[in-house]
């Protein structure tokens, strides 16, 4: 039996490493196209963009798995009953449930290692990841000054270039530069013919150097506008440093981020879950407190001056209502529209609050929901290779991707309506794995008696203790 559960793991371990790698692939490039709008043209470098893909990738692990063993398990008792070696196995004596266990053990394993990488390694990736994903969409592009394009990408500076020439684009002609860097509008300007543009100090400052220019600068007078005077200023070169501080990576820190769902480990997403119940609960108990001083009514004296009473009744005697008017209804009508504006305001931040604690319950059944989608691929991959009988890449990679879209709506579908309240959190995170249960033990019973995939036989399904009263009945018939 050593010997075949080696032969069982070496013929899982190759498929299963080749499609981790390959659904990894998959799912971070569509990952990357996500965000791909917020990385090009800003001159990131190979540090940042291979930093960045591996902390996506870390992302990607807990959801590559589950279809990693559904696709590997299929492929690997696909092959074995293609070649006969399952037959052979099954003829000598051994059961199903035995050839299946080795690989059950590896699945149970992959599930413990899902469940604390999901729950340690997973909230550092995402606070890594997307704290430096923030810094990137904040940082400009890089510098790209166009033809004919007033380019402000450079603080208190407005640049426009007629025409680049040169291999590089460095030699520029019709250079015209806004400077309002002091804070009084377009007070400086500068034309040239022609200039050079470079880099300086390694690439920290812009050098620009004009030739044959002119520099217009009016310096208004503070206390006589009128009077402002206006210098004219030719030059045959002149020199200009821009800093290029501003298109520096500027990293922020992680721990402004560290308060996101996202970034909590479970026992952070419960404490946190239980403070928000607790404050929900206290906050709909003090709702009646808070809108008794609203129900009053309104009663004058003799001296025509206004008292306030609270109802302490909803029962009140006709004989101590005063006669209705105008001032009363009025009074009646302001009170309603408070009541009506202080219970909407109050309904919607409880509405919030409540999803607000649905959305970490949320986080916390995914960890427990990705870690046994493991067990479930494998209950369906593993029988349903072993009653197709067909291996490699063809058949086995379109049953598992229709299985695991499928898996994956039902998730969708299942968090979408816990998140929105059409059903309980709990019930709508394991929808999914609820309704592909049966087909998984369907497959089992069916790869256990060798049947094909639709030779249903549902008499079977029943258990016995279940079919025993009607044993009698079809004797009779």
Do not use: C
């Not at 922020?252 to 308060?259: I, N, P, R, V």
């Not at 219970?343 to 931040?349: F, K, L, N, P, V």
């Amino acid at each position: 039996m050593k010997k075949l559960d080696k032969l069982i793991l070496r013929a899982f371990a190759g498929p299963f490493l080749l499609t981790l790698a390959v659904v990894q692939f998959i799912l971070l490039t569509q990952y990357m196209l996500k965000y791909l709008d917020d990385l090009v043209g800003k001159d990131l470098g190979v540090a940042i963009i291979s930093q960045l893909l591996f902390y996506f990738s870390v992302l990607m692990v807990p959801v590559s798995l589950p279809l990693a063993v559904l696709l590997s398990s299929l492929m690997t008792y696909g092959t074995l009953g293609e070649h006969h070696e399952l037959t052979a196995i099954k003829t000598s004596g051994i059961s199903l449930t035995r050839i299946l266990r080795p690989v059950l053990l590896v699945a149970v394993a992959l599930a413990g290692f899902s469940f604390w990488f999901n729950n340690t390694i997973v909230p550092k990736a995402n606070l890594s990841a997307y704290s430096l994903l923030w810094d990137l969409r904040q940082q400009k592009l890089a510098l790209d000054i166009r033809e004919g394009v007033f380019y402000n990408g450079i603080p208190g500076y407005t640049i426009k270039v007629n025409q680049k020439l040169g291999e590089n684009g460095d030699v520029l002609m019709g250079v015209m530069i806004y400077d309002h860097t002091n804070g009084q509008g377009n007070s400086t300007v500068i034309l040239a013919d022609s200039g050079r543009m470079f880099t300086r100090f390694g690439g920290q400052y812009l050098g620009l150097e004009l030739f044959r220019g002119t520099m217009y600068v009016e310096q208004p007078d503070a206390r006589d506008r009128a009077g402002a005077s206006f210098v004219r200023e030719a030059f045959d070169r002149n020199m200009i440093t821009f800093s290029l501080s501003s298109f520096d990576l500027n990293r922020t820190k992680k721990e402004l981020f560290a308060e996101n769902k996202m970034m909590k480990n479970l026992p952070q997403l419960k404490s946190y879950t239980d403070s928000l119940h607790q404050r929900l609960t206290l906050e709909r108990k003090q709702l009646p407190q808070q809108l008794t001083p609203y129900y009053t009514y309104l009663r004058f004296d003799t001296t025509g001056q206004k008292q306030a009473r609270r109802i302490e009744s909803w029962q009140v005697a006709t004989t101590r209502l005063p006669a209705v008017n105008a001032q009363f209804l009025e009074q009646a009508a302001n009170r309603a529209r408070n009541v009506k504006a202080y219970a909407g305001s109050t309904g919607e931040r409880l509405s919030n609050l409540a999803k607000e604690a649905g959305n970490f319950r949320i986080e916390i059944y995914r960890k427990y929901v990705q870690s046994v989608a493991i067990l479930l691929m494998f209950l369906i991959g593993a029988p349903l290779g072993a009653i197709i009988k067909k291996g490699g890449l063809g058949v086995p990679v379109l049953i598992s991707i229709v299985f695991f879209i499928v898996y994956y709506v039902l998730s969708i579908m299942g968090e979408k309506y816990g998140r929105e309240g059409v059903m309980p959190v709990g019930i709508g995170m394991w929808m999914s794995t609820i309704l592909l249960l049966p087909a998984g033990l369907v497959f089992l019973n069916q790869a256990r008696r060798d049947s094909g995939l639709l030779e249903l036989d549902f008499g079977r399904l029943i258990p016995a203790k279940l079919r025993w009263p009607f044993r009698g009945y079809q004797r009779s018939v």
